[in-house]
């Protein structure tokens, strides 16, 4: 039997907002990975080299990216007509992924080994938030009595409420189950039976945020929810509560939640998402106390990229050998999920 050709394949990406994402993603040996699994392009295709790359790319079966990767035109799409697969070591594939989809292109994302830090990342913020660790950080030393500035309900009992039932939410059910909490769940998908299989109580918007003491947004960003979180949900949080931003700032109607987080400084807002992003330095949202703001680090950092480089390759592996893709996106999936 005549020996397989080896699959042509090239590394796409752009230096991203951290500055070494391709580097790092497919680094400790797993770009070496590729070269022995393929037949790999030897020069890294960026936006600024992709003209010169390209007639070199015809032949060119599978696309390996992560954060960086440009938006692919149909001018580029037309001149690799034999792109079958894109990789994409990374979580979201809104940006990009619809062109390659309407041409019949399979896209597998690592959205699903982005989520696992995001929700280790929720998981210890709502720990932190139900004991009143950030007003505690601000109010001790203020107060006569220090042990007067605790706020907290503690981890026993409480309410959390998780807006979404996508990858991230799920893992955050997952990873509450260890504790004594009741947990509620916002998802217009999420039907009363999957409800029931997870364990947690399907209830309205409003709701969550009136019965949570604990609020953690993790909506798809759709134009749907766009501004969905408005002044009116904030201003019905139970005294002392916290809102957990991991999802997309775009979610939120600022504007109307700095009012509320403004009359109210007993609730607590933690944004690791905003929008714009990076937070201006002028922004309303740095001048609040209750308001505590990180740079988007929920997601895979430093050796957490192992995992979406190794789902990845696992992914390549099954799709080279034939078998079922378990992380490929279709084109629903861009309607549902960040």
């Not at 809104?94 to 995001?118: C, D, H, Q």
């Not at 998802?187 to 309205?204: F, N, R």
Request: proline fraction near 5%.
């Amino acid at each position: 039997m005549a020996a397989r050709a080896p699959i042509k394949a090239a590394l796409f990406g752009d230096t991203g907002i951290a500055g070494e994402e391709v580097e790092n993603v497919y680094g400790d040996g797993r770009l070496e990975q590729l070269r022995q699994a393929t037949q790999l392009y030897p020069v890294r295709v960026r936006s600024d080299n992709i003209d010169r790359c390209l007639p070199h790319l015809k032949d060119v079966q599978v696309i390996f990216a992560t954060w960086g990767l440009f938006p692919l035109t149909a001018a580029y799409l037309d001149r690799m007509p034999a792109l079958q697969a894109l990789f994409y070591a990374a979580g979201t594939v809104k940006y990009f992924a619809r062109p390659l989809l309407e041409r019949g292109i399979t896209v597998v994302s690592a959205s699903a080994a982005n989520a696992l830090p995001v929700a280790e990342f929720t998981l210890g913020q709502i720990l932190l938030a139900n004991k009143g660790y950030w007003r505690n950080v601000r109010e001790y030393g203020k107060a006569d009595d220090y042990l007067r500035a605790f706020r907290g309900r503690g981890n026993y009992r409480v309410t959390v409420s998780l807006l979404g039932a996508g990858q991230i939410g799920r893992r955050v059910i997952e990873l509450l189950r260890s504790f004594q909490m009741d947990i509620l769940v916002f998802d217009p998908y999420l039907t009363e039976e999957e409800a029931g299989k997870l364990g947690v109580e399907s209830v309205s918007l409003s709701e969550a945020f009136e019965r949570g003491d604990v609020v953690s947004n993790h909506l798809a960003d759709v134009p749907a929810t766009a501004g969905l979180l408005d002044g009116a949900l904030f201003s019905r949080m139970p005294p002392n509560a916290t809102f957990i931003n991991t999802g997309r700032g775009r979610t939120v109607n600022e504007a109307e939640m700095i009012k509320v987080l403004r009359l109210r400084d007993d609730i607590t807002a933690l944004l690791d998402v905003t929008d714009p992003e990076p937070c201006p330095e002028t922004a309303p949202l740095r001048k609040l106390p209750n308001v505590s703001i990180t740079s988007h680090i929920a997601g895979a950092q430093k050796e957490e990229f192992g995992r979406l480089s190794e789902l990845i390759l696992e992914e390549f592996e099954a799709w080279s050998e034939g078998r079922p893709l378990r992380h490929a996106v279709t084109m629903e999936m861009l309607e549902t999920v960040n």
